[in-house]
């Protein structure tokens, strides 16, 4: 069974401050692929990143930054510097077979 | 700047009603999935369509619901007959399944359905 946790429901944070988002998953496949999306108060849900699960290095785009580890099955999403425009929902997903499971998501609110 | 584009935007009706949802995938992309976000379940798979043909709709309720690919450019998904607790956010997404696997999944804006 694919199953996601971010057991983090909210998170309150000063603008600069760095926050860190924490995924778990759960998969019986040996190749799976970890997504994490971004839902603004608009609404709409907008792609962050898709990575593989052979693929173990950690990656960075601008102040995103994410830390996968297979070995404690984590994939953890960090904003450096947050700003106000971060605020939102973010969500963790597993993909298998092409179709995505979420996780509950959870809520960053920064504060100016 | 391909985009998914969802009507309508917002939809309010009565119980009982019937409810047509569109998606225009991203042009050249072979898959569509429909997903549904409420605050208790979350967001959850409804259906999704390879090449315009259904493989999964299994979290869809078949009494209710029903997809279709009419063609490459619309999707749609309808409820007949609607009931409160249908009441929730329907996103459409797209994307290009190559065989290596390798794709993205891009989400429309959704489609907001209130049912009274």
């Known amino acids: 069974a694919q199953k996601v946790t971010q057991a983090q429901t909210e998170i309150s944070v000063v603008e600069k401050e760095d926050v860190t988002l924490d995924c778990v998953y759960e998969?019986?496949?040996?190749?799976?692929?970890l997504f994490w999306y971004k839902q603004p108060p608009s609404g709409e849900l907008v792609f962050l990143i898709r990575r593989n699960s052979f693929d173990e290095q950690n990656e960075i785009s601008g102040r995103y930054s994410w830390n996968f580890q297979k070995s404690t099955s984590s994939f953890n999403f960090t904003i450096t510097a947050s700003q106000v425009v971060d605020s939102a929902v973010y969500f963790c997903a597993l993909e298998n077979d092409y179709k995505l499971s979420f996780g509950a998501g959870t809520t960053v609110t920064v504060r100016a | 700047d391909a985009r998914v584009t969802q009507t309508p935007r917002h939809k309010v009706t009565e119980m009982g009603q019937e409810v047509t949802m569109r998606c225009q995938p991203i042009l050249g992309h072979n898959t569509v999935f429909w997903y549904r976000q409420t605050m208790m379940q979350g967001l959850e798979l409804l259906a999704y369509?390879?090449?315009?043909?259904?493989?999964?709709d299994s979290g869809m309720p078949k009494d209710r619901f029903s997809a279709e690919m009419p063609d490459a450019t619309l999707a749609t998904l309808k409820i007949q007959p609607s009931e409160p607790r249908d009441s929730a956010v329907y996103f459409c997404?797209?994307?290009?399944?190559?065989?290596?696997?390798?794709?993205?999944?891009?989400f429309g804006p959704g489609t907001r359905l209130t049912v009274t």
């Open positions: 369509f390879r090449n315009r043909a259904p493989l999964d």
């Open positions: 998969t019986r496949d040996t190749t799976y692929y």
């Open positions: 997404a797209s994307g290009l399944v190559l065989g290596t696997g390798t794709y993205e999944q891009y």
